[in-house]
């Protein structure tokens, strides 16, 4: 293998479509990006189309995808029934404007799946469910106070955003004021979260159920029921976040597996089948801080594009797909193979590092084992980060930024395939002298 080129320069050689959009781009939006997290240097790749567990580039490269809409495609890329309901309903209808069945049907499939959902109200994101949840726990409980854990993300609006990652870049985040109204609690400090629910005035704490980043930094179920029993003990409701995790860990969710059940879950990515869209559900009583109920107040909430029709339609076919837990289980089933083999991969090479993950997911750490919260929430750094990205995309992976999200449509091979890119990126890694 040649080393003339650093692997960034490779990488820029052999994609010259893609830097061009990307040139394009940086004079449209801001650093030429729609999404923080697409940030990849010298630029990240410009895709054209996808189906199934692959994605094809502007340059004609062929990539097993492991962004998977950011997780939302667990059914796979362009899936035939989403594809299908979708265009089926475009022409009938974009935005109808009024209540349809479609709406109806949608929450039924997430009541009969999802153990904590007796009434839904349907969103455009994750991150709107997120503040829809924080909104409703403080007009059903009359109380202001929210306590999130330190490293669970729930979204980029000011009422969840400060403090919603352990330190890793020293740049101090801007442009979200101080709230007096939120604590962050570190999960793991004995007693420290107790402590803050114990003052009975919190009104909900808010928690992704399988740790921090969908369990980049995990959080044992033991924890999860011991905070449960905390706040409920103090008239606090739980929220669980299950953005990430609903429909992925199973047709029920991280709470079906983890058997804690909360007072509300939001819900976003799998649930609406790759098209826009997010819910809020939980317990009749606590929804109905939403209700018009006469002589009671109202906890508002509008949205142009809630429940919209095409949201609607992807995500019941997507709802139905999953529902008897087969595919998820083949997915998790594969995802356990391939962490196996970059395990693997490491040992050969004798490169520290590992890789490990929950579900349909893995996770990628160089250097020794640990459980550190920080190195464990920080993933791989720069400016290794990147030749990664870039080592992986030139053997026709797409990671998402060292870790990676299963579909329903990766297989075996899918996995061989990665197992064997990922050992041809560490020899070349190692040959710059970036890892050991």
């Not at 007009?139 to 306590?147: E, H, L």
């Not at 609006?157 to 101090?172: I, K, R, T, Y």
């Not at 939980?282 to 109202?298: I, T």
Request: aromatic residues 6%; charged residues 20%.
């Amino acid at each position: 293998m040649s080393t003339a080129l650093s692997t960034l320069a490779e990488y820029a050689r052999s994609n010259p479509r893609s830097q061009a959009a990307y040139e394009r781009a940086l004079g449209l939006f801001p650093s030429g990006l729609t999404h923080d997290t697409r940030r990849q240097d010298p630029f990240p790749p410009c895709v054209t189309h996808a189906e199934g567990a692959y994605k094809w580039d502007l340059d004609g490269h062929r990539l097993v995808d492991y962004v998977t809409g950011h997780g939302a495609l667990v059914a796979g890329h362009s899936h035939p029934d989403v594809v299908e309901a979708v265009r089926r309903q475009a022409g009938r209808g974009m935005h109808l404007g009024a209540s349809s069945e479609l709406e109806a049907a949608w929450a039924e499939r997430i009541v009969r799946l999802v153990p904590s959902a007796e009434r839904v109200r349907f969103t455009s994101s994750g991150t709107e469910a997120t503040l829809l949840a924080l909104r409703v726990a403080r007009g059903f409980t009359g109380r202001d106070r929210v306590v999130k854990l330190a490293g669970h993300f729930h979204g980029w609006h000011d009422d969840a955003s400060p403090g919603v990652a352990l330190p890793v870049d020293p740049a101090a985040p801007v442009g979200s004021p101080p709230n007096p109204d939120l604590t962050v609690a570190d999960p793991f400090a004995p007693g420290a979260l107790e402590a803050e629910l114990a003052r009975g005035d919190v009104a909900c704490v808010i928690l992704e159920p399988t740790g921090a980043a969908w369990g980049a930094v995990p959080l044992p179920p033991a924890r999860v029921a011991s905070i449960a029993e905390a706040a409920r003990a103090h008239g606090t409701l739980v929220v669980f976040d299950e953005v990430v995790t609903g429909f992925r860990w199973s047709p029920g969710g991280a709470q079906a597996v983890i058997g804690v059940i909360p007072d509300l879950t939001t819900l976003a990515k799998v649930v609406a089948g790759g098209m826009p869209g997010g819910a809020l559900t939980g317990r009749a009583d606590v929804m109905d801080a939403l209700a018009f109920r006469e002589g009671h107040g109202k906890v508002e909430h509008p949205g142009t594009h809630n429940a919209h029709p095409l949201s609607a339609v992807a995500g019941s076919a997507t709802l139905d797909l999953l529902a008897d837990g087969s595919g998820l289980a083949r997915a998790d089933g594969v995802a356990a193979e391939l962490r196996a083999a970059l395990n693997a991969a490491f040992e050969a090479r004798s490169t520290p590092g590992f890789a490990y993950g929950q579900s349909s997911t893995f996770c990628l750490i160089f250097g020794e084992r640990t459980d550190d919260p920080v190195a464990l929430k920080g993933g791989v750094r720069p400016p290794l980060a990147s030749a990664l990205q870039c080592a992986m995309l030139l053997e026709g992976v797409h990671l998402f930024h060292g870790c990676g999200l299963l579909s329903i449509a990766h297989g075996p091979a899918e996995a061989e395939f990665t197992a064997n890119a990922f050992r041809q990126a560490l020899e070349r890694l190692q040959d710059e002298g970036l890892i050991p």
